[in-house]
């Protein structure tokens, strides 16, 4: 292969990015299409608590990967990881009809059910796709590569929630559409698995340890033997709980302090993730090829302000109107709905800047033989942080009954703490390692 010949171009890379593109699609879809007919009461529960039902959804999805990241690190180590992927993407397709059974029997717990199988879908693809790229990538290719990722999953959440959310807005309440759109994505993601190559199996000697809470306090423990890798894996974790406070609350923020309707969560949700894209493609571009933290503290600083700057934004909101607005409407209002757009989408951009470095340094400097059983490492401290989230925004909202815009600020301020504590300990520990952060 030539030197600059385009990933996208590769058979190595590109069925990988396709099969991690439509996964990630199916998440979205599935979850934005959830999230709306509950927040917008088109399925009708006993549970009245519209915040409460949410961040129970974003919990359960979440909860798989505290459970059973550490087992599926071993089998990704420990069998041929396009096989693998191969047989996870076929149970996605069993999972969608059971997601297709909830919907047309308008039923919220089936679909919760769903929800969760879809988290453990992705907990045991997780350890493989990240532990895949450095086998299918050059050295010099990986902070290419794992941009091309993240700008691929912010595409894939993008066009899962505008497909989600038009689906469900224009089947005028039949939901069999819905049904139908996540499972002809099911099928597109187990086609573009088979064109995947066969991998090298890196550990096939490994005992698969099915008690995933001993497993899992071990995978943790190998980690924080890793203290350079253990430090990126914790900068990791705190992205996912910040973006868990922030998304998790969209639909909700969205009816209660702008007045929108699903079309504008929509519209929030995509200036996110187009963002992130933007952020991640920018990386590459400023950060350069080689493996480095340049872009890690802009990204931080970006967190900080513009979530202060969203809480800011949300507190001009003029008084609510009898009906709810309309994209056209906000957009033609100008004003304070600018500026919250604005906010968002640079919250995006911060992401990307931040996440995509942390995310190529834990492959680049963690072992090869256990490269894949870091990465299930990263997901279960992904899963603690998301789901102290949950339980974090449920207390500040639903039991302390404290504004939203509150919780934004007190989650602004612990991302500059956190983060200010993680820059001076990777620096530390890279110096250690006798790398350089000008590299």
């Not at 009245?48 to 798989?64: Q, R």
């Not at 994209?327 to 906010?343: D, F, M, Q, R, V």
């Amino acid at each position: 292969m030539e030197k600059n010949e385009p990933l996208l171009s590769t058979r190595r890379f590109l069925p990988m990015f396709l099969t991690q593109f439509f996964g990630a699609l199916n998440d979205n879809v599935f979850k934005q299409a959830l999230l709306l007919v509950i927040t917008y009461g088109m399925i009708k529960q006993q549970v009245s608590d519209i915040g409460m039902l949410n961040n129970l959804a974003a919990l359960l999805f979440i909860l798989p990967y505290f459970i059973f990241s550490a087992t599926a690190g071993q089998i990704a180590d420990k069998y041929e990881r396009s096989l693998l992927i191969r047989a996870i993407k076929t149970i996605e397709i069993f999972i969608m009809l059971i997601g297709t059974a909830g919907f047309l029997l308008g039923n919220v717990w089936i679909l919760l059910l769903a929800l969760f199988l879809m988290g453990t879908h992705s907990t045991f693809f997780g350890p493989i796709k990240y532990a895949i790229l450095p086998e299918i990538l050059k050295p010099n290719e990986l902070m290419s590569g794992n941009a091309l990722f993240q700008t691929g999953t912010s595409l894939a959440i993008l066009i899962g929630m505008i497909l989600g959310g038009a689906v469900i807005s224009s089947a005028g309440g039949n939901l069999i559409w819905i049904s139908l759109t996540v499972l002809i994505i099911a099928v597109l993601g187990y086609i573009s698995s088979r064109f995947i190559l066969k991998q090298p199996i890196t550990a096939p000697d490994i005992t698969i340890d099915w008690n995933f809470f001993r497993t899992s306090f071990q995978t943790i423990q190998y980690a924080k033997s890793l203290p350079l890798v253990f430090a990126i894996l914790l900068g990791n974790s705190w992205y996912w709980f910040y973006g868990a406070t922030y998304l998790t609350q969209i639909p909700q923020m969205t009816l209660e302090n702008m007045h929108g309707n699903e079309n504008v969560v929509i519209l929030l949700l995509t200036l996110f993730s187009v963002g992130i894209g933007v952020g991640s493609m920018l990386c590459r571009k400023i950060g350069g090829a080689e493996v480095n933290i340049k872009m890690v503290p802009i990204g931080a600083i970006g967190l900080t302000l513009c979530a202060l700057y969203l809480a800011a934004s949300l507190h001009f909101v003029p008084s609510s109107t009898d009906e709810l607005l309309g994209i056209s409407e906000i957009l033609n209002l100008g004003g304070t709905y600018h500026h919250i757009l604005i906010a968002v989408t640079l919250l995006g951009i911060s992401g990307g800047f931040y996440i995509v470095p942390l995310y190529t340094m834990m492959q680049a400097y963690s072992p090869r033989s256990h490269r894949a059983r870091v990465v299930a490492a990263n997901n279960i401290l992904n899963a603690v942080f998301m789901v102290s989230s949950a339980i974090f925004s449920i207390i500040i909202l639903s039991i302390l009954n404290i504004d939203i815009k509150i919780l934004f600020c007190i989650t602004a301020v612990l991302s500059a703490i956190f983060s200010i504590w993680l820059l001076i300990k990777l620096k530390s520990l890279l110096k250690i390692a006798h790398v350089s952060l000008e590299d």
